[in-house]
């Protein structure tokens, strides 16, 4: 298996996690700080209630790029319908939890790209030196 599957499992699984594979451990604090704080602020507002594909099949859709909590969710949270229980702030936990799980895809999609690199071609383009005579604006 290739290195950068598993750091995009481990990414998907954990926010940060990948990065955290990668040596950038600052950025791994700041996505897992961030993204499972919004994740799990989603959770507690929608009442530690499941997101049902009848119910809502957009939040159902896009809760899935968030790995840990999508099975959280799934697994220990209540299966009592939205009509049966009284919730005003289900719809924005829901949110929440939705776009927690996207900001965690575009993390996914940081750690794919940065270990692309351009094709080398042998060489190397000649720098020229910057002209600091001219002043900011341009010639005037």
């Known amino acids: ?83 049966a229980t009284r919730n005003d702030l289900f719809e924005v936990g829901s949110l929440y939890i939705c776009v927690a799980s996207l900001l965690n895809l575009l993390v996914m999609m940081n750690i794919s790209a940065q270990t692309r690199t351009a094709p080398k071609t042998g060489e190397t383009p000649a720098t020229q030196p910057a002209d600091d005579t001219r002043p900011i604006g341009g010639d005037l």
């Open 1 to 83: 298996m290739n290195n950068i599957v598993i750091q995009l499992i481990f990414s998907w699984l954990v926010p940060g996690a990948g990065h955290w594979l990668k040596g950038n451990y600052r950025k791994a604090v700041f996505f897992f700080v961030v993204i499972n704080f919004t994740m799990l602020l989603g959770i507690y507002l929608a009442d530690f209630r499941d997101i049902h594909a009848y119910e809502n099949p957009f939040y159902f859709l896009g809760r899935f790029g968030s790995g840990w909590v999508m099975m959280f969710l799934t697994l220990l949270t209540d299966f009592t319908p939205l009509s």
